[in-house]
């Protein structure tokens, strides 16, 4: 999926130190990836606790700007854990990745999601008060498919070749 | 227990489920997902009773309004691990982490037991406190700390470290893992 020109690159990360001692250990790769699934536990609560209410479900006696507050601190914990340990992960198997189709859908689709998270969410559920709008559910929905995708195409990196 | 096993894993649909090339990475996908919506939200419902998140919410809106959404994961959680365990019934069973994760879930199901019918039952009491009574911030905190090993120990049932046809093992592991004894 990627160019060929960057399989070097991709070999590189993968014989770095770091890469090497986690591919090497026997328990590293899966207390980290054990943590990596706690932190997609927590996204995903962080995510619904505000996705559901802009859905019209849920909390919705809260108004959304509230909510978007509450679960920013634990939003942001989880995807910190995320990246600390799915970038050592990637490390030590950059080069499976960089042949793995779904690595790529969730490299595609990471970005999106963040960056709908962070500035287009946040935006658009500012306004609102208490009343759920066909914009908030849009949103909402938006969020959750998005995310899904992320996790989704994650999980499957360990099936596909 | 051991023959009603063998025999479960060896009719045709369990077969089919342990070879198949997509249902069963199908199967393992929707569970783990499922189980980022139910303790995900449990989680956060765990974090309110504590008093780390949401602390201007009512606790009877969290646990009234936001905790159902849990049982959908829940439901769809618990048909695709017992699916999961039937495609190779006898494997998961002497499986150290798989029995770790069983008695996790009793005692995960007995804090919420212990919660819903004896502490939430005050919560008119203290429904409005950002500070709840030390019981409800025990429960969840148990919850919390419970839930997350469950996680750790059911992703850890992939690896075949401690698996009985994988010896010599520590004789306390394979008492605990019901290996049989012919494996010493």
């Given at each position: 999926?990627?160019?060929?020109?960057?399989?070097?690159?991709?070999?590189?990360?993968?014989?770095?130190?770091?890469?090497?001692?986690?591919?090497?250990?026997l328990?590293?790769?899966?207390?980290?990836?054990?943590?990596?699934?706690?932190?997609?536990?927590?996204?995903?609560?962080?995510?619904?606790?505000?996705?559901?209410r802009?859905?019209?479900?849920?909390?919705?006696?809260?108004?959304?700007?509230?909510?978007?507050?509450?679960?920013?601190?634990w939003?942001?914990?989880?995807?910190?854990?995320?990246?600390?340990?799915?970038i050592?992960m990637?490390?030590?198997?950059?080069?499976?990745?960089?042949?793995?189709?779904?690595?790529?859908?969730?490299?595609?689709?990471?970005?999106?999601?963040?960056?709908?998270?962070?500035?287009?969410?946040r935006?658009?559920?500012?306004?609102?008060?208490?009343?759920?709008?066909?914009?908030?559910?849009?949103?909402?929905?938006?969020?959750?498919?998005?995310?899904?995708?992320?996790?989704?195409?994650?999980?499957?990196?360990?099936?596909?070749? | 227990?051991?023959g009603?096993?063998?025999w479960?894993?060896?009719?045709?649909?369990?077969?089919?489920?342990?070879?198949?090339?997509?249902?069963?990475?199908?199967?393992?996908?929707?569970h783990?997902?499922t189980?980022?919506?139910?303790?995900?939200?449990?989680?956060?419902?765990?974090?309110?009773?504590?008093?780390?998140?949401?602390?201007?919410?009512?606790?009877?809106?969290?646990?009234?309004?936001l905790?159902?959404?849990?049982?959908?994961?829940?439901?769809?959680?618990?048909?695709?691990?017992?699916?999961?365990?039937?495609?190779?019934?006898?494997?998961?069973?002497?499986?150290?982490?798989?029995?770790?994760?069983?008695?996790?879930?009793?005692?995960?199901?007995?804090?919420?037991?212990?919660?819903?019918?004896?502490?939430?039952?005050?919560?008119?009491?203290?429904?409005?406190?950002?500070?709840?009574?030390?019981?409800?911030?025990i429960?969840?905190?148990?919850?919390?700390?419970?839930?997350?090993?469950?996680?750790?120990?059911?992703?850890?049932?992939?690896?075949?470290?401690?698996?009985c046809?994988?010896?010599?093992?520590?004789?306390?592991?394979?008492?605990?893992?019901?290996?049989?004894?012919?494996?010493?």
């Amino acid at each position: 999926m990627a160019p060929d020109g960057w399989l070097p690159f991709f070999e590189r990360l993968e014989g770095t130190a770091f890469g090497t001692a986690i591919r090497e250990s026997l328990w590293a790769f899966p207390i980290i990836e054990s943590i990596h699934l706690l932190g997609l536990c927590l996204l995903g609560g962080a995510l619904l606790v505000v996705d559901l209410r802009l859905l019209g479900l849920g909390l919705t006696r809260q108004p959304i700007e509230g909510l978007i507050r509450s679960a920013r601190p634990w939003l942001f914990a989880a995807i910190a854990l995320m990246l600390a340990t799915g970038i050592p992960m990637f490390l030590s198997e950059a080069v499976k990745c960089f042949y793995n189709t779904s690595f790529w859908v969730k490299m595609i689709a990471l970005p999106i999601a963040l960056c709908f998270t962070l500035a287009i969410r946040r935006r658009m559920a500012g306004g609102a008060g208490r009343e759920t709008s066909l914009g908030t559910r849009i949103c909402g929905l938006a969020s959750i498919a998005l995310w899904f995708t992320v996790a989704a195409a994650g999980r499957w990196i360990g099936y596909s070749g | 227990m051991e023959g009603l096993l063998e025999w479960l894993g060896s009719t045709a649909w369990s077969v089919a489920l342990l070879e198949s090339f997509w249902v069963w990475p199908l199967l393992e996908s929707t569970h783990v997902l499922t189980i980022a919506l139910f303790v995900g939200i449990v989680a956060m419902n765990d974090l309110r009773l504590v008093g780390w998140a949401m602390r201007n919410v009512p606790v009877s809106q969290v646990t009234g309004r936001l905790l159902p959404w849990a049982r959908v994961g829940f439901v769809l959680m618990v048909i695709t691990g017992l699916l999961i365990f039937y495609s190779n019934p006898v494997r998961y069973y002497h499986n150290i982490f798989f029995r770790v994760k069983m008695v996790l879930l009793v005692f995960a199901g007995l804090n919420a037991f212990v919660f819903h019918r004896k502490i939430h039952r005050r919560v008119s009491e203290w429904d409005q406190d950002p500070v709840l009574p030390r019981e409800a911030r025990i429960a969840g905190a148990v919850s919390l700390v419970v839930w997350a090993f469950i996680v750790i120990a059911g992703r850890l049932i992939a690896y075949n470290w401690f698996d009985c046809d994988i010896q010599p093992q520590p004789g306390w592991l394979n008492w605990a893992s019901a290996c049989p004894t012919m494996a010493n």
